[in-house]
């Protein structure tokens, strides 16, 4: 069964539409300001990163997810115009 997604900054209300962060301009590590956890049953997680200079808002990127095609093997092809996206498949091994 497929998880739904996880956003950063965190999307916990459904009226809301918060818009992604930014980044700072620099070569230093930055920590995502929010933990991010999420429960679901499965092997195999994808994580996207998407890096623009248009404000995208949670409900642009469910809308942009939503039309993106599926390979045979379940993974998504994500793709959008103006948005560097760096994708880390994970697969997962055990139960912590």
């Known amino acids: 069964m497929p998880a739904g997604p996880w956003y950063q900054p ?27 956890t999420h429960r679901f049953r499965g092997r ?5 990163g ?6 995208l808002t949670v409900r642009d990127v469910e809308a942009a997810v939503g039309r993106m095609p599926v390979d045979g093997w379940g993974r998504l092809r994500l793709t959008l115009p103006g948005v560097e996206i760096t994708q880390l498949a994970l697969a997962l091994s055990g139960r912590p």
Do not use: K, M, S, Y
């Open 44 to 48: 195999r997680v994808q994580l996207f």
């Open 10 to 36: 965190a999307w916990t209300d459904a009226h809301d539409n918060p818009v992604g962060i930014a980044i700072a301009a620099d070569d230093a590590v930055h920590e995502i300001p929010q933990a991010v």
């Open 50 to 55: 998407l890096f623009g200079d248009q404000d």
